[in-house]
Structures are given as C-alpha cells and as structure tokens.
C-alpha cells in the first residue's frame, strides 16, 4: 500500500519524512518528486530518500525516460512505485503547481 503526502517545501518535506519513517516506513522506500529536475534530486539527496531507478522502473522504462518529456517522466515514476495511471496523472497535475509530493512505500 502506497502513502502519498503533498507539501510545499523541502522543510515540510523533511517533516514529513520523518513522520512517514516513525510509521515504520525505511528510507528507500520513500520518494520524494518535484516538477524541476534539479529541486527533485536537491530534495532527495537532502532529506536521504529513495531514488526512482532500474529496480523501480526496469531497464526500458529508465532509458525511455532519457527521451520523453518531463512530464511523461514523472508520470512513469509515479507507475513504477505503484500508483495507478490515474493517481499518477493527478499528482503530476499537482507537481505543476509548484508542490512537492513524497510517496511512501511498503
């Protein structure tokens, strides 16, 4: 079961996160996803945090996101740590907006 959070700032990202942790959920399986490719990583590697990769995504889908646009890209992660299509168009809406979404995994 997934837990999806949608906060401002890399602070209450952070305040998240540790909530999320105290429910016992571990580090690599918390995600957090930003519009800008640069505000993303910047967040994941600050709040210590999973990284969306191969053993997520598979090898096609990783090289395929080398060539889509930011967007689909994000659409793509948000599938491969277990949201549906629709709940990944959503939260991609959501990224547009300016707001940060962490998804928490078991």
């Not at 990583?41 to 990769?53: E, M, P, Q, R």
């Amino acid at each position: 079961m997934n837990t999806v959070k949608i906060c401002e700032n890399g602070v209450q990202a952070t305040k998240i996160i540790n909530e999320l942790e105290a429910e016992g959920f571990k580090n690599d399986n918390i995600y957090v996803f930003a519009h800008g490719e640069e505000r993303s990583k910047d967040l994941t590697d600050a709040t210590d945090t999973g990284d969306v990769g191969v053993g997520e995504q598979g090898i096609l889908n990783t090289v395929s996101n080398v060539f889509r646009k930011r967007g689909d890209e994000l659409r793509a992660k948000f599938e491969a740590v277990g949201l549906t299509e629709q709940e990944a168009e959503k939260y991609e809406e959501v990224l547009d907006g300016g707001q940060v979404v962490i998804v928490a995994t078991n």
